[in-house]
């Protein structure tokens, strides 16, 4: 064995959680700008880190780092890039390095979702979705490892539960999701020798996000036909607490692992849309899908 295997060392509970707990550490964040990346990102920033986030609109990512640094008086900087293009994300990593001279934590985030059948699926869409979600994720670890090796940092892609089964109308995501826990768990495998962590967190249904937006037009409450055994649909706080879990020194050795944030909601999966009658007859549920049918 050479000698520089990587050996995780085990640490005191009483060391974590301490709101310096990422003092000096960077955050590069793929999807930063909105919903549960940006909740993940502020709770990461609270215990210290500065951050990047990354994603194409510039305005909406300039305002959400100037919130950021103003709620946790940390630093974070927009960065805008396509995570389908390797360049813009090399290009993001590049001034990630100039302005902090680090990268810790990867976020993996940045996704794309909408309701469509298979058969009115276009190739076009399906493929999108993949190239946000899979390959995106695939880039954003390739033009950070070297980075990440360096300070024995650590990855959080952001997953799905909707893969575990089949989930009417979101085949396309589901390919995609499934894809990025196989990565996941690659990268686990891979760079554990070189002390890098790779773990993916699955949200379920989350309020106040543009997913759940798209997912419920709008239609549902938290007490309207959907149960999980903790009663409620998953919080952006949730997610973010487990995130500070993820990267702080108390899962030194959690690599590779799926973590569902959702209330135990996997066991007690109920159909999301009335089954099989929405499937029959889509025009039931016409209003959220996109595609032909
Ligand atoms: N909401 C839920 O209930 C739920 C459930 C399960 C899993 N998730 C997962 O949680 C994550 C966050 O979802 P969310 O609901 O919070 O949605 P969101 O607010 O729409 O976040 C998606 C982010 O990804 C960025 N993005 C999209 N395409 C991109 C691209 N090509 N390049 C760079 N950035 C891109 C968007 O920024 P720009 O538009 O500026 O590029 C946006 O900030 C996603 O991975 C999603 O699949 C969400």
Known sequence: MPSSYYIAPAIDSASSFKDNIFKEKVLFCTGGGSGICKGMTEAIMRHGANAVIIGRNLDRLTASAKDLSNKTGTTCIPAQADVRSPQSLQD??????????????????????????????????????????TLGTYNTIKATIQHVRVTKGAYISVSATLHYRGTPYQAHVSAAKAAVDSLSNTLAVEEGPHG????????????????MRVMTGNKRNKADGFSNPLGRFTEITDIANAAV??????????TGQIIPIDGGGEHLRGDFFPYPSSVLDPSSVQKLLKGKL
Do not use: Q, W, Y
């Open 196 to 211: 890098v962590r790779s773990n993916v967190i699955a949200p379920g249904f989350t309020s106040g996000t543009e997913g």
């Open 245 to 254: 879990f993820l990267f702080s020194p108390s899962a030194s050795f959690i």
């Open 92 to 133: 993001a990593v590049k001034k990630t390095m100039e302005r902090f001279g680090r990268i810790d934590f990867v976020i993996c985030g940045a996704a794309g979702n909408f309701m469509a059948p298979i058969a009115g699926l276009s190739e076009n869409a399906f493929k999108t979705v993949l190239e946000i979600d």
